[in-house]
């Protein structure tokens, strides 16, 4: 079990700030929301913590098990990221079985955990000889989520992970982080623009505009009767079918 | 990896001359003796005839081939290494690293190669001028072009998600490096590496043909160089300095043919078949009568990508589309939903291939229109906002330019005040200050370029417009404005529009009728209203329940 702390979380580049004084927690076995417009700072704050980027200033701090700190230098075992396009997030010269045996050596873990580990997303082992130009959206975004389970991760930030799939493919793969999350008790940062996943998906949401937090609470109270003027302007902007045809009228 | 003509032929040559470099010597005798049958022509006991003081020329040109290859082998090595570590560390480094070595690049590559390698030649006594000697100073010369090209495919590839993904599971910079990006260079380096060969070989020869060459080799050059000196042109011994310099553009050729071939296996678009220019119709159908009221009427249409494995990729799609009504056409990605929108655009390219149906748009059978025609329908009648719409303006002329350009083709008798009135007023329907033409694409923000594109596509009064995925780069609040902007100029303009996307729930608040696609075939084709309430086709009912409402219980979902 980890806990990741973030506190006061600020990026500046060059005169713009893109991430001002964010602070959450991310706590194992719930989700946070982070939900904003395109601009919005959210793929920032995905990056500071995936250490990726450096704060400008600020902090994270993480807590292992054993409730003490988890030295720097460990953190990419206990803190993994899924990006947002699976087309890119797949080196296209290397195999399945590369993309997950290098993160399980790197992390101390042996390469013959490849099968299991598709098994865990609902991938067959023989896929692990393919490259990713052989696979579909769906597959290769579940490879992506396998190899940040590799390290053995607790705390996994999902960067828009199913925003470039077909429509068709998204619920299975937000179902499978669902059910990942469930049964290994992850703490799980769910970065997103569509406020309807966010509030099927998650426990607390984080409404971002401009590098601020406009907006934060439990989901259903958030999304449903949203109080900042930014928020409800997301939530109005969603397409709604139903309100066209409960009117029974032409838009 | 794919084979094609031009690699294998230009492989089989290079091999060819390689081999001869490596084993002529062992065959062919000591090319230095000197004989008394000087400047016999080929033939008899000397194949390729003797030199002026009678050295065997075959045997010559074998030791000669070997040098030159030797030098080219070692000056593309070292001028690859070169390039790798100031095009490839620098840019993945970034910052100060990236600067300096960029800085150095491109100093060494205004330094004007040629002359640098005879001053240096020249100043390095020539006793002392061996193969290393004037390897170095090539490799030195003719690294600097190809960092630059490294640099630049660096820099692209190291903000490629992979390389994040690999730094965050833990990988180390030279393994990134190495591992990560460089396979993915491969491609690159290699043609670098065949271009840096070939110039190798002909600078020697020309530094050898000047006399400035290595003292302790012979090469292709230092042939051509004693031929030279023995007036073999004057005394018609073609056989003297012909050899030579056929070996030398025989291999230059060959390689040129490698990297021909390596480019065609990175771009397959390189690959001739591609390449033919117009657009195919290989059907005449008879044009249905259309119903009153339709604007667009398209009929068993099927279009075909003629590749090794045929794709069907559009299966006998008929749609009809009526006066100021929108049309929507969901699908997924590979549903052949753009390549629909192209064709009866006319603008498939090959291996497309409209197979049968037909297009109508009013009284214009579209399929059968000359190329002078389909210039003079498309935009006026019909225009098109493309996928990824905001990213096809030109980013180096202002936006007035882009939209006069439409004018000025379409409506040359226009004035350039009428012109300029004509652009202010589309951009003020579509939302847009017309004080904002003056505005460079990166000026503007992907909603503004998006409704600019819209503008476009309304220049010239359309009766229909086909707007592929026009919202999905967008975020949310934007959507709903251009979503709002479409619909008020449908009510204002009147005009008929075909929106492809996606996103169901968006086109079911939209569109008046909406046809689903899936494999190329029209599964389910109903008014909006009549999708939403009573969809009949499992896969509508499968597109309908993958997306979750913002009202309705929380939860359910993912359980």
Wanted: net charge positive.
């Amino acid at each position: 079990m980890t806990t990741l702390e973030a506190r006061g979380l600020t990026k500046r580049f060059h005169r713009t700030c893109a991430v001002d004084d964010v602070s959450f927690t991310l706590a194992p076995g719930r989700t946070v929301a982070l939900v904003g417009g395109s601009g919005s700072g959210k793929s920032t704050v995905a990056r500071m913590i995936a250490r990726l980027i450096r704060p400008t200033s600020g902090e994270i701090a993480l807590t292992g098990q054993d409730g003490r700190p988890v030295p720097r230098r460990a953190h990419r075992d206990h803190v993994q990221m899924i990006f947002q396009d699976p087309f890119a997030s797949l080196n296209p010269f290397h195999t399945v079985e590369h993309h997950l045996a290098r993160p399980l050596r790197l992390h101390g873990r042996s390469a013959t955990e490849v099968p299991e580990l598709l098994e865990r997303v609902s991938l067959t082992a023989d896929l692990a000889r393919r490259r990713p130009h052989e696979l579909s959206g769906g597959q290769r975004q579940r490879v992506a989520i396998a190899r940040a389970l590799a390290p053995g991760a607790k705390v996994i930030i999902a960067d828009e992970p199913v925003s470039m799939l077909d429509v068709s493919v998204r619920l299975g793969v937000l179902k499978l982080l669902a059910r990942l999350q469930r049964e290994e008790d992850l703490a799980v940062l769910y970065i997103t623009h569509d406020l309807a996943t966010a509030r099927h998906f998650s426990d607390e949401v984080l409404v971002m505009h401009r590098g601020r937090i406009v907006e934060r609470g439990p989901s259903d109270d958030v999304l449903t009767r949203p109080r900042d003027p930014y928020t409800r302007l997301l939530a109005a902007a969603a397409p709604d079918p139903e309100a066209r045809f409960r009117q029974g009228g032409k838009p | 990896m794919t084979w094609t003509a031009k690699l294998v032929s230009g492989l089989c040559l290079a091999a060819a001359i390689v081999l001869f470099g490596l084993l002529g010597p062992l065959l062919t005798g000591d090319p230095a003796t000197i004989r008394d049958v000087g400047l016999t022509p080929p033939g008899g006991e000397h194949l390729l005839g003797t030199t002026l003081t009678g050295q065997d020329v075959l045997a010559q040109l074998a030791h000669a081939t070997r040098g030159s290859l030797w030098i080219g082998l070692l000056v593309g090595v070292l001028a690859t290494v070169l390039s790798g570590l100031f095009g490839i560390v620098g840019a993945y480094a970034g910052g100060v690293a990236d600067e300096v070595f960029s800085l150095f690049s491109n100093v060494v590559l205004v330094i004007p190669g040629l002359p640098l390698v005879i001053v240096v030649a020249g100043f390095v006594p020539a006793e002392r001028r061996g193969t290393w000697t004037i390897a170095l100073v090539l490799a030195f010369t003719g690294w600097a072009a190809a960092a630059r090209v490294l640099r630049a495919q660096t820099l692209s590839l190291r903000n490629r998600d992979y390389v994040a993904a690999a730094r965050v599971s833990g990988e180390k910079t030279w393994r990134v490096i190495c591992v990560e990006i460089l396979p993915n260079l491969l491609p690159v380096v290699a043609s670098q590496f065949v271009f840096a060969v070939v110039l190798a070989i002909l600078s020697e020869a020309g530094l050898s043909f000047l006399g400035l060459g290595a003292a302790d080799s012979s090469t292709l050059g230092t042939m051509l160089y004693y031929a030279q000196n023995g007036f073999a042109l004057q005394r018609e011994a073609w056989w003297w300095f012909v050899p030579p310099g056929l070996v030398i553009a025989l291999f230059g050729g060959a390689l040129a043919l490698v990297n021909f071939g390596i480019d065609e296996i990175v771009n397959p678009r390189l690959r001739d078949r591609g390449r033919r220019e117009r657009d195919v119709v290989a059907v005449r159908a008879q044009v249905a009568p259309a119903e009153p009221d339709a604007v667009l009427t398209v009929r068993n249409l099927d279009v075909v990508y003629r590749t090794a494995r045929p794709v069907h990729a559009v299966k006998n799609v008929s749609l009809t589309l009526r006066r100021g009504e929108v049309l929507g056409l969901a699908g997924e990605s590979g549903c052949g939903k753009t390549t629909l929108a192209y064709a009866v655009n006319r603008l498939h390219r090959p291996p497309a291939e409209v197979t049968s149906g037909s297009v109508a748009l009013e009284d214009v059978d579209v399929l059968a229109l000359g190329p002078e025609e389909l210039r003079r329908f498309r935009w006026v009648r019909l225009s098109m906002v493309f996928q990824g719409a905001m990213n096809s303006l030109n980013p180096v002329t202002p936006i007035r330019a882009q939209l006069q350009d439409v004018l000025r083709t379409h409506r040359p008798d226009l004035s350039a005040s009428g012109r300029e009135l004509r652009c202010a007023e589309v951009l003020r329907l579509v939302g847009v200050d017309p004080a904002r033409l003056g505005a460079y694409p990166h000026e503007l923000s992907g909603g503004m370029r998006q409704r600019v594109m819209i503008a476009m596509a309304l220049l010239l009064d359309p009766q229909v417009m086909i707007m592929d995925e026009p919202t999905t780069a967008l975020d949310v609040l934007v959507q709903r404005e251009i979503l709002n902007e479409i619909k008020r100029l449908r009510d204002e303009l009147g005009f008929a529009v075909v929106f492809i996307t996606h996103d169901l729930p968006l086109l079911l608040e939209l569109a008046d009728r909406i046809a689903v696609m899936r494999d190329g075939e029209v599964v389910e084709h109903a008014t909006a209203e009549e999708l939403y309430l009573r969809p009949r086709h499992p896969y509508t009912r499968e597109l309908l329940a993958s997306f979750p409402s913002l009202t309705g219980e929380r939860g359910a979902l993912l359980r």
